[in-house]
């Protein structure tokens, strides 16, 4: 879990805004919990953008609008209906704490065409594969600049991206840098976790447009 310092707060047209001390790893989509700021502005939210300028309200078709000529950095906006609240200094936290699941366990072992025997170290492994490996496919498109539910795949390449990751971490259980363990005397494969054909099913790295 990410949490990140408050140092302002305000809320005009029913969405508030908080601007964080530090830059934060928050994405639009994203379910933040606010907590120390006061009763209006804690509680778990969505956030619906992250505006660099100075939020003013929402004009007749309910879109956002911001004054160009006050950037400011770091700032989190989500809906809250409540009365206008002008901006002021404010303490208290946001905090970022995203799960993804986009594949399962048995999607894993069915991956690998075996069966773990519950519990095991083998399957106690299992699930630390498939945590690390969703969290990691879903870091890596977040940082390509993709906006992904947690909870969904965005489609069949990155599920079976995320598979072949997760089968690959599991599968290197025991391995020392880059060789998977072997008791072969022919020697030990090389090991390579994110080949190029799990980036090409992720879509990672995706190239900057300018």
Not at 29 to 49: C, L, Q
Request: proline share 5%; glycine share 8%.
């Amino acid at each position: 879990m990410a949490t990140y310092t408050v140092t302002n707060k305000y809320l005009i047209d029913n969405f508030a805004v908080l601007q964080l001390l530090t830059p934060s790893e928050i994405a639009v989509g994203s379910s933040i919990t606010v907590a120390g700021v006061d009763a209006t502005f804690n509680g778990t939210y969505t956030v619906r953008a992250l505006p660099q300028y100075l939020y003013i309200g929402i004009d007749t078709e309910g879109d956002l609008l911001y004054d160009y000529q006050v950037p400011i950095a770091d700032q989190v906006l989500y809906a809250k209906t409540a009365s206008d609240v002008e901006r002021v200094a404010a303490s208290g936290t946001v905090s970022y704490d995203p799960v993804c699941t986009w594949v399962t366990s048995a999607q894993v072992m069915s991956y690998l065409g075996i069966t773990i025997t519950n519990p095991s170290d083998d399957y106690t492994l299992l699930t630390q594969s498939v945590s690390a490996g969703n969290q990691f496919c879903y870091r890596r498109r977040q940082e390509s600049g993709y906006i992904d539910s947690l909870t969904t795949s965005p489609g069949g390449d990155v599920t079976l991206g995320t598979l072949m990751y997760c089968a690959a971490l599991w599968r290197s259980r025991g391995s020392i840098e880059a060789t998977y363990a072997t008791f072969d005397g022919m020697g030990s494969a090389p090991q390579q976790s994110l080949t190029p054909i799990v980036k090409q099913l992720l879509g990672i790295p995706r190239p900057a447009v300018a």
